[in-house]
């Protein structure tokens, strides 16, 4: 069939470079050609493996606008700017459609200006209840007044606006995740001597359950966030000396007459961010007002008035507070969504990215992998001629986007299209929160038409570290370079080995594939941004943060040739096998996640390796719609389960993993043994398989598939 189609191909190609070549699109292959490549860092002092940011040079910037020094003043300066502009989206949401699908209505919106006079009367209220302001300058120990409001909610505007109420106040805030249990809400409410919470209103009934477990807990405030006109929700009558009031309700009691504004200072604590705990127990890391704010200088320049964003990833992750505050100084209007209604796969009439249009998008990995997996499943079920068609303009796009220019045929015939699913609009992407395979970030930003670029950063330094300079820089697998605030160094690491046997060592100036870099090692990383450390856990603080200012990352990094920052390795996340060698399961699970087969939805991969074992295995989420195509492609009619079962797929499926593992060059030792089929049993937040964050639970997964998972390792012992 491709041989047969391979005139149409040439002729395509042909018509589509001729089209560029009128339109001038050779301008920008022959700029992209004398443009030099820049150095994105320069080292501090003669230290080539400690560096900073280009542009400032050791002038480290700490806010996005002068002048501003801490979250509250930087609300009231957008406020008062962007005033009549919208501020936040909201769609209606009118039940379920059908038992996958939700229904939504109307978006309604809230300027600047009324979300400045919400929140300040939410921080009024939060007065009038009991709250007092936070210690000027915060520590990690325990909290002995109620400065503390808790947010145990899913990402909606009212999140947004109560952190907003609370920072008018001087208070500050300690996040839960909503998919966490009772215990994890239990813990908070104590050990931060909570009075306050702000919750769903389908939370509340446990709450009210559990109050003999939580006496301080006084004040329980609850929104409608996708609950439909007319359904009942379950509202218990609240003991004397509690009080459950809804949102709105709360806001309209404020009075901010009565309870005047109380302003932070740089050195108040802002929040108590949990970690998403996916190595154990989560850790709150104490943020400052100085530390989001050094952090919103990530966008700095990148993001205007015009902009919207799509809000979607927990509030309770750092990540996402931190792309949300940025997007408010900048003017722009967030967007929000459940993350399970972004595309109509998921809502009806239309998918949130559809309805809203957003120019600017940030996700985790594992949703850049999703929407790549259902993009491919859909040229997956259409006609060998159109698979080589689509196939044809993304080899073509791929290339000429490399080069500099674009592909004004296939964007008419193909890429158009594609451009519907995140909304039409979109002219950025970033993807934080995990290494992003390179594969999915080559297919989104061909795919899309747009720059996509990686960040990387931690909870304790308010997920700010290095950003890629998307304006001059397509390179997949780069962590970028150091955000403006911050100072980065490299730290040698001799008791951990690359794959070719040598250690880790700052003063290294080749890597393992012989590229020029200026040192390796773990990341160390200094500046505002850092937060002060676990609350309550002094010697886990004194493990990570050290008394110059430097906190120890875990991460294995080096500074490429152009100064850009790349994660190569593991620290913590390392496992020897039998034979002493180690793998990093994490980059191999981000590796094997990037075959067809593989559901991402479902959860993904799961490698596992240990001390008696000679090779690792994993236990692999089954694509169900490609399984199914693949079978039809190979003349097997039959059901899915007995596909599932069969040596052909079982074959199939490795010699796929196979070609990943050689194209990510992985090491011998992580090349899989065996592999285990998972369908119709997904693993999620709720099931404790997944962290909040959409991280793995390694430990979790295996017990769940205790049988199966032993069965599989047997294998990977000769």
Request: proline content about 5%.
């Amino acid at each position: 069939m491709s041989l047969a189609l391979l005139p149409l191909k040439i002729i395509l190609v042909s018509i589509d470079l001729f089209i560029a070549l009128i339109t001038f699109q050779w301008i920008g292959v022959v700029k992209k050609l004398l443009t030099p490549t820049p150095m994105r860092s320069v080292p501090v002092g003669n230290d080539e493996s400690h560096r900073v940011n280009t542009k400032n040079k050791g002038n480290l910037k700490n806010s996005t606008v002068e002048g501003v020094t801490t979250l509250h003043e930087l609300a009231q300066f957008a406020c008062k700017k962007y005033g009549h502009r919208n501020a936040m989206g909201l769609r209606e949401y009118l039940g379920p459609h059908s038992p996958k699908v939700q229904k939504f209505g109307e978006v309604s919106w809230r300027t600047y200006d009324q979300v400045k006079d919400a929140s300040l009367k939410f921080g009024a209220s939060l007065r009038s209840a009991g709250l007092v302001a936070s210690p000027e300058k915060a520590t990690l120990d325990k909290l002995t007044t109620p400065c503390t409001l808790a947010i145990f909610e899913n990402t909606c505007p009212e999140w947004m606006i109560a952190a907003l109420g609370a920072y008018s106040q001087s208070i500050s805030i300690t996040t839960v995740y909503a998919t966490l249990g009772t215990n994890a809400v239990i813990d908070s409410i104590n050990d931060g001597k909570i009075r306050a919470i702000v919750c769903n209103k389908k939370s509340v009934k446990m709450l009210l359950g559990k109050l003999g477990d939580m006496p301080t807990l006084k004040v329980i405030v609850y929104t409608n966030n996708m609950i439909a006109p007319g359904e009942k929700v379950d509202l218990p009558a609240a003991p004397k000396g509690v009080t459950v009031l809804s949102f709105d309700d709360f806001v309209n009691a404020g009075d901010t007459k009565a309870f005047t504004i109380v302003p932070p200072k740089p050195d108040t604590a802002a929040v108590i961010m949990y970690t998403s705990g996916s190595t154990g127990k989560p850790k709150g890391v104490v943020v400052t007002h100085r530390n989001v704010l050094a952090s919103t200088t990530i966008v700095d320049g990148v993001m205007t008035e015009n902009d919207s964003i799509i809000c979607y990833l927990p509030l309770a992750h750092i990540f996402e507070l931190v792309a949300e505050i940025s997007s408010l100084s900048a003017g722009a209007c967030l967007c929000y969504a459940d993350p399970k209604t972004l595309t109509q796969t998921g809502a009806y009439p239309i998918g949130a990215l559809e309805q809203y249009k957003p120019t600017i998008m940030v996700g985790v990995p594992k949703i850049w992998d999703v929407i790549k997996k259902g993009v491919q499943a859909k040229i997956g079920g259409e006609s060998k001629v159109k698979q080589f068609l689509v196939n044809t303009a993304f080899e073509t796009r791929m290339m000429a986007r490399k080069l500099g220019y674009d592909t004004p045929l296939f964007n008419a015939l193909v890429f158009k299209k594609f451009a519907k699913v995140v909304g039409g609009r979109l002219r950025l992407a970033i993807s934080g929160g995990g290494p992003l395979n390179s594969d999915v970030q080559d297919f989104i930003s061909t795919c899309f038409g747009i720059p996509m670029g990686q960040g990387y950063g931690l909870t304790e330094t308010c997920a700010a570290l290095t950003i890629q300079d998307i304006a001059t820089d397509d390179r997949a697998g780069i962590a970028g370079m150091p955000v403006p605030c911050v100072e980065v160094k490299l730290v040698s690491c001799p008791e951990i080995n690359d794959k070719l046997g040598f250690p880790y060592l700052s003063t290294d100036r080749k890597d393992v594939k012989g590229d020029a870099v200026f040192g390796r090692g773990e990341v160390w990383v200094k500046g505002a941004n850092v937060g002060l450390g676990y609350y309550m856990m002094p010697d886990a603080t004194k493990k990570e943060f050290d008394e110059d200012g430097w906190f120890h990352t875990g991460d294995i990094g080096q500074f490429a040739s152009d100064g850009s920052l790349q994660i190569v390795d593991r620290k913590k996340n390392l496992i020897k096998l039998k034979g002493g060698e180690y793998i990093a399961v994490e980059n191999m699970e981000m590796t094997y996640g990037n075959s067809r087969f593989v559901d991402a939805v479902a959860g993904g991969v799961c490698c596992y390796g240990d001390g008696d074992m000679d090779r690792p295995i994993a236990l692999v989420q089954l694509n169900q719609i490609v399984v199914m195509n693949w079978a039809k492609e190979n003349g097997i009619v039959d059901d899915f389960n007995a596909v599932k079962n069969s040596k052909e797929l079982y074959d199939a499926v490795m010699k796929d993993m196979e070609r990943e593992h050689k194209n990510a060059s992985l090491g011998h030792n992580e090349k899989l043994i065996a592999i285990a089929f998972i369908s119709d049993d997904p693993w999620t937040p709720e099931n404790g398989c997944l962290t909040a964050a959409n991280k793995l639970q390694r430990r979790a997964v295996v017990e769940k598939h205790d049988k199966i998972f032993k069965e599989t390792c047997k294998k990977g012992i000769f």
